[in-house]
């Protein structure tokens, strides 16, 4: 079988990217569901994995997904979720890793922040 070319990696890259953006943008509804109904000690979100099947719940907490969010690249995901392709795992425990999107997949994420659109403080990719 024929290595995709760059163009077509590109493109798997970008759908990745969005669909784990999409995930966030969830994620980021739940979060401000959960905060005004006082409900942040431990919340539930959706795992950011690129699977178009997956709808797994992680647990966290409010720090927790703060950190995370601190970052536009990355995204929560169950163990055994990730995509070495399109990102790289910075941060695991018991509940969920945290991978690191690269390439044309970091810029789409980074496009697509709901913070950064929203002017909130996010961090930018180094």
Not at 6 to 33: C, K, P, W
Not at 103 to 117: F, H, M, Q, T
């Amino acid at each position: 079988m024929a290595e995709p070319t760059t163009d077509e990696g590109d493109r798997r890259a970008a759908e990745i990217g969005r669909r784990q953006s999409l995930f966030r943008e969830v994620n980021e509804r739940i979060d401000e569901l959960a905060e005004s109904y006082d409900l942040r000690d431990e919340m539930t979100i959706l795992c950011e994995c690129a699977s178009e099947r997956c709808s797994e719940p992680i647990a966290m907490s409010a720090p927790e997904y703060e950190a995370l969010r601190s970052i536009p690249t990355h995204f929560a995901v169950l163990a055994g979720h990730e995509v070495p392709a399109f990102e790289r795992v910075v941060e695991q425990n018991d509940r969920y890793v945290v991978v690191e999107k690269f390439g044309e997949s970091a810029s789409v994420a980074i496009d697509l922040d709901p913070r950064r659109r929203s002017g909130e403080p996010s961090s930018s990719v180094g």
